[in-house]
């Protein structure tokens, strides 16, 4: 089989390419995070779990970007949904935005609901119970377990 640039993209390539550069821009972002004085000795920081996401991130794109089987011959991806990655862009960028004002168990459960709904579920069931319990749950492992701050939100604060 001939190798060709038509034959080389598909859409498993093009999805591996994003989230390759995506993972890439967050490993940066990571290093930019700033640690208390005499963190630097400590063996967990506040870098040290987004790190290993950066790294997982760029291993499984690359695993994915290897991998990925060529679409039919002369079959392009040109059926992508585009409509639905810039929903889903503004759906993140409202979620950076909600989650100063309406903070982390909000704005996380709105996310997701969003999210949800835009992959097609409908069940208000499963919209509502997959969203509000998870994040409550995690939201209570993290504060109330590990005693880690998550953002209240200025709504809550201002009063």
């Known amino acids: 089989m001939q190798l060709t640039t038509s ?3 598909c859409r498993d390539r093009i999805g591996a390419l994003i989230f390759l550069a995506v993972s890439l821009c967050y ?17 967990f920081t506040a870098r040290t779990l987004p790190y290993l ?21 002369g079959q392009l991806p040109s059926n992508l949904n585009w409509r639905l990655l810039i929903s889903f862009l503004v759906l993140m960028a409202a979620y950076g935005v909600g989650l100063t004002w309406l903070g982390f168990v909000l704005a996380t459960s709105l996310f997701l609901l969003g999210g949800f709904y835009l992959l097609g ?20 492992l993290l504060t109330k377990g590990l005693d880690i701050y998550l953002e209240p939100g200025n709504l809550f604060t201002a009063w």
Not at 32 to 38: A, E, K, N, R, T
Not at 64 to 69: I, R, S
């Open 7 to 9: 034959s080389l993209l």
């Open 27 to 43: 490993g940066y972002q990571t290093s930019l995070i700033p640690l208390f004085p005499g963190d630097e000795y400590e063996p």
């Open 53 to 73: 996401l950066t790294f997982a991130g760029i291993g499984l794109s690359l695993i994915l970007l290897v991998t990925a089987k060529p679409e039919e011959q």
């Open 121 to 140: 579920e409908r069940r208000k069931k499963v919209l509502f119970g997959a969203s509000f319990p998870f994040v409550l749950a995690f939201w209570l």
